[in-house]
């Protein structure tokens, strides 16, 4: 955690630095919004700003987003009137805490800050595996490739591999590369020189140097034009970078990670991705299932959003009902988690009841949420739910109860049965024809297994 201080209230502003300091941060100061926005160009990196209330927040802010630089603001002052608390939340600080600072308050921030309430929520056993796999290479320099598709957590999954490696206590860097024009996309990555080109005042350090020690992530890095792509795979080779305009290379000792939502192989068939930088980013592939193939996070997700947005609406917190939970569990989830987080923060503001109720889920525009026609989260959780009942069970009870209940599932039809099985039609008709034999009741085409027509 970097914190930032601007401005010189004297020992008030030095004793948040020290519960800062207690607390974990690495704490640094300057007296201007000149001297904040040029060190942070400088590289000297911030994951929090803390600013003197009497100062141009709004200027600051400004110059910031000039530079492409988005850092969290909190206001800070002394014996300050509430209108002037409310006039620096309007001008885009994020908080304002009173001076001299409470240590509670001083840590809740930090802590705020540090975890970006993107909490690693990973219950279900496909995503289990995932961390699982995350847990083991973490430890490692490898580079790391995180596919899945958009909004199922890529950056919270690079987030949570930084804090399990050695880099840990060392900055997270995150690039957006689809968001970054590409013109000014180098630039960010590796820096400039003053007048390397038309605006370039003074000398910027890019991403790369200021990741330095610790990690960078490159986010949906499909989007890089094939002439950066070049550059990129040279520092990752040679673990050095030329500053646009520089006079020379520049060492870096940074752990890469890249995301994708698309499908990097066809992109490479399709000459729109180096194949050898491919290989180089991926040495480590970690696939985020969608949300819809891992049940088990849809309801620990609700939960975790609805105490989120509890809390920072100021609400007390609500159980979700019975009603709201199945309802949750028949979406299909296109915006995976994203979109899930957006449901639940509309249905804790809607909720009139003593739990969130089925009522308050709804959509963007307020619409109420109705089952889709496919159910696939629903039908995985009673699948979950089923493996858990056989345990005590033979192998062969087990497998005939989950081909019977497939075949159920499929109406009695034999090849659409097989195919979800992963066997062939003949060895299905053989293990059906011994279950006839022992008298168990085998749906026919168009039943059920109670004998019923569709």
């Known amino acids: 955690m970097r914190l930032l201080i601007v401005g010189s209230l004297s020992g008030q502003l030095s004793e948040a630095t020290s519960i800062a300091h207690r607390r974990g941060a690495k704490v640094s100061q300057v007296d201007s919004i000149e001297q904040a926005t040029r060190a942070l160009c400088a590289g000297q990196g911030a994951d929090l700003i803390m600013v003197d209330l009497n100062l141009d927040i709004a200027a600051l802010i400004a110059a910031n987003?000039?530079?492409?630089?988005?850092?969290?603001?909190?206001?800070?002052?002394?014996?300050?009137?509430?209108?002037?608390?409310?006039?620096?939340?309007?001008?885009?600080?994020?908080?304002?805490?009173?001076?001299?600072?409470d240590s509670d308050m001083i840590a809740a921030v930090l802590a705020a800050v540090s975890d970006d309430e993107r909490a690693m929520i990973a219950q279900d056993p496909a995503m289990q595996d995932i961390t699982g796999l995350a847990d083991q290479v973490a430890g490692s320099d490898a580079s790391i490739l995180i596919t899945g598709e958009s909004g199922a957590g890529k950056e919270v999954?690079?987030?949570?591999?930084?804090?399990?490696?050695?880099?840990?206590?060392?900055?997270?860097?995150?690039?957006?590369?689809?968001?970054?024009?590409?013109?000014?996309?180098?630039?960010?990555?590796?820096?400039?020189?003053?007048?390397?080109?038309?605006?370039?005042?003074?000398r910027r350090i890019g991403k790369f140097e200021e990741a330095d020690g610790g990690t960078l992530l490159l986010d949906e890095i499909s989007e890089m034009d094939a002439r950066l792509q070049a550059k990129l795979l040279r520092a990752l080779q040679e673990r050095e970078i030329d500053r646009v305009g520089g006079s020379g290379p520049v060492k870096v000792d940074i752990r890469i990670i890249a995301t994708s939502n698309r499908d990097l192989k066809k992109a490479v068939a399709e000459n729109q991705f180096r194949e050898d930088l491919l290989f180089r980013l991926n040495v480590v592939n970690l696939h985020l299932p969608a949300l819809r193939e891992r049940p088990a996070d849809i309801l620990a997700l609700a939960d975790h959003f609805g105490k989120k947005y509890a809390a920072a609406n100021g609400l007390s917190h609500k159980a979700i009902s019975k009603d709201a939970r199945d309802l949750l569990l028949t979406r299909n989830w296109p915006g995976n988690v994203r979109e899930l987080e957006n449901t639940m923060h509309r249905a804790v503001l809607l909720s009139r009841e003593e739990e969130i109720e089925r009522n308050a889920i709804r959509m963007p525009d307020g619409s109420v949420y109705t089952p889709g026609e496919d159910n696939t989260a629903r039908r995985a959780a009673e699948t979950a739910e089923a493996a858990q009942s056989a345990v005590g069970k033979t192998v062969a009870e087990v497998e005939q109860q989950l081909i019977l209940d497939t075949l159920e599932h499929c109406l009695g039809n034999r090849t659409h049965a097989a195919n979800i099985l992963g066997i062939s039609i003949r060895t299905l008709r053989n293990k059906l024809r011994l279950y006839i034999d022992e008298?168990?009741?085998?749906?026919?085409?168009?039943?059920?297994?109670?004998g019923e027509a569709a």
């Open 65 to 101: 987003e000039a530079e492409r630089i988005h850092v969290p603001i909190v206001a800070c002052g002394v014996n300050v009137r509430p209108e002037a608390a409310a006039a620096a939340i309007r001008a885009g600080a994020k908080e304002f805490i009173p001076l001299p600072p």
């Open 157 to 202: 999954m690079a987030r949570y591999v930084h804090t399990k490696s050695r880099r840990a206590k060392n900055p997270f860097i995150s690039v957006n590369c689809a968001a970054i024009p590409e013109n000014l996309l180098e630039s960010e990555l590796f820096g400039h020189e003053k007048g390397a080109f038309t605006g370039a005042t003074a």
């Open 439 to 450: 008298g168990v009741q085998v749906p026919q085409s168009g039943q059920s297994r109670a």
